[in-house]
Nanobody, 116 residues
Framework: QVELVVSGGCLVQAGGSLRLSCIAS????????MAWYRQDPGKQRELVAG???????HYADGVQGRFTISRDDAKKTMYLQMNDLKPEDTSVYYC??????????WGQGVQVTVSS
């Protein structure tokens, strides 16, 4: 069974940095799409950053220039480096990896709280 385990969420002051990790139980080279999402209570989950294929990256407008998505295939891990954090980045963050639109897996959410 394929699993994703997310770590790195915590409380940080505004302007600080955090790195989230999403570790897969299988090789991540099999996934065509990998991404980070976040969700606030009562709101829809929104895309933060994603890998298309193995190279192309895209970011939500609000995190462009502050967040960086990366991957280490040898460690079966995807990362989200978050710099210059703002209170509005407070959310529950999730990772997702998919082979197709109907074959995707989600990691558990982790809380990131940015204090002002």
């Amino acid at each position: 069974q394929v699993e994703l385990v997310v770590s790195g969420g915590c409380l940080v002051q505004a302007g600080g940095s955090l790195r989230l990790s999403c570790i897969a139980s299988v090789s991540i080279s099999r996934f065509n799409y990998m991404a980070w999402y976040r969700q606030d209570p009562g709101k829809q989950r929104e895309l933060v950053a994603g890998f298309i294929g193995n190279i192309r990256r895209h970011y939500a407008d609000g995190v462009q220039g502050r967040f960086t998505i990366s991957r280490d295939d040898a460690k079966k891990t995807m990362y989200l480096q978050m710099n210059d954090l703002k209170p509005e980045d407070t959310s529950v963050y999730y990772c997702k990896m998919s082979i197709s639109a109907t074959a995707e897996i989600w990691g558990q959410g982790v809380q990131v709280t940015v204090s002002s």
